[in-house]
């Protein structure tokens, strides 16, 4: 159980450093330069993915905890409600990312040539719909989750030392995991099939490229390396995120606490968000191109200054060399002081008496 939990605490220290670094990153795209639309979704999903790494470890770790002075209750309900947002919005600005490049690389006789514009325009509101929805959604686990209490204990499940689901009404239950359930199969299912229709694209281009005896030009299209960096995403996303969705419909379902099948599902739940900004960053040549020149522009620093210093140490060596032969013929050093000339006025020693 402590090797598994290391390897999560590894996962996570990874995956928010990665974020992190994607983070700053787009922000500073946004500030300074002019963002495109995908610079903003991907802004927003590593943003979430920071926070649901985060969360995620208070959530199965609220010892973190224990040092603030707020009631138990309260930080079970802000770690769990905070998590389970991050966790929706994460599938839907997946979806809306996947969506929005099939209709940037769709040719201009397509149908979804005419989306372009007007999802540029509407972006924001877009996210603000995802968002709205996400949030509403999520509310009843502020009336569902709790801190675990041994008065109740039978009734109550126990998913960390101090937190609990409260008892649920199989009605409730129900149309939770129906509405739940009809969410994650329309989102995957649009991932899927755009996904479908930027590899039914891509083919396509592949074989005129190849008609044309310029397959180099495809090899080298952004558009291309955009697109396979997205369905990669989609691909791990749609595996990771239905293994978690059948662990935690089994969880509930059954009403069963158990650690090690909880921890597989932490492992599951992170490698995602982990996963996405190596990924991103692996595939920008923007942040590849800045992390050569930074590369290289410390490379030149090292080298000048480690060539200073071996400059420096030749001539200590020189001087020590001088510095000895000088010790070794000179007449003081050999024991005859009394040949050592020394001209008047100058009041140093010029040289030896024949």
Known sequence: MSSLNNVLYFQVGLGVLANMFLLLFYT??????????????????????????????????TDIFESLNIENDIKCKTAFYINRVMRGLSICITCLLSVFQAVTIS???????????KLKKYIIYVFFYIWFLTLS???????????????????????????????ISYIIKGLILTVATSRDVFLVGVMLITSA??????????????????FNHLRASPEKRATQT????????????WVDFIISSTTLLLWIYDPVLLNVQKFVINVYPTITPLIQISSDNRIINILKNIWSKYHQIFLKYFSSLKYIFILISMNEGYASLFACVHPR???????????????????CKE
Request: proline content about 5%; charged content about 15%.
């Open 197 to 214: 229709y930027m590899v039914l694209i891509l083919f396509r281009h592949q074989r005129q490229c190849k008609h044309l005896h310029s």
């Open 137 to 167: 959604f999520n509310s009843y686990l502020i009336i569902y989750v709790g801190g675990f209490t041994n008065a109740s204990e039978t009734s109550q499940m126990k998913v960390t030392k101090s937190c609990s689901l409260f008892p």
């Open 333 to 351: 050093c050999l024991g005859r002081p009394e040949e050592v000339t020394e001209f008047p006025g100058t009041g140093g020693i010029d040289g």
């Open 230 to 241: 997205i369905l990669l995403l989609v691909v791990f996303f749609v595996v990771m995120y």
């Open 28 to 61: 500073f795209i946004i500030l300074c330069h002019r963002p495109k639309p995908m610079d903003l979704i991907s802004c927003q999903l590593t943003f979430i993915h920071t926070m649901l790494l985060l969360t995620g470890r208070v959530v199965w770790v």
């Open 107 to 117: 040719p201009s006789t397509s149908f979804l040539a005419n989306s372009k514009l």
